[in-house]
């Protein structure tokens, strides 16, 4: 299949598809007589794979990572485990850290009276204080 097809039926943009490609992270397909790629089913497999996994904050260095122990199917799967588990502490302190910057901004909105001198402006002044 060319490159478009694979896209679509991947659900992913052609530019995806050949950033991937230069990457490393699909194999580089066969080339036809005409110069065209000609991309296979494991590849619709291997990007939706990817696409899944981003979906799930994976970095690309992560799927990578990932992929790798995909093609160890006969292993055990405590590896993939333990990968997984770092990303789920990884998301939990991010939603920690982003619930503390929502609630500091939520005070600086509540402190601000939204009208008035900026030289008098609690925004400002919470950021342009010094607290080392």
Request: include cysteine.
């Amino acid at each position: 299949m060319k490159i478009g097809e694979l896209a679509k039926r991947a659900d992913v943009p052609i530019d995806t598809v050949r950033y991937y490609e230069r990457e490393g992270l699909i194999p580089p397909p066969i080339r036809r007589a005409s110069g065209y790629r000609d991309y296979v089913d494991a590849d619709v497999d291997r990007l939706r794979f990817m696409r899944r996994a981003k979906g799930l904050g994976f970095t690309l260095h992560e799927i990578r990572d990932l992929l790798s122990l995909t093609a160890m199917s006969g292993d055990d799967m405590a590896a993939l485990n333990a990968q997984t588990q770092a990303k789920l502490r990884d998301v939990e302190e991010r939603i920690h850290s982003l619930t503390r910057i929502r609630e500091a901004l939520k005070s600086l909105v509540t402190a601000c009276p939204g009208h008035g001198a900026l030289d008098r402006c609690p925004i400002l002044a919470a950021l342009s204080e010094d607290r080392t």
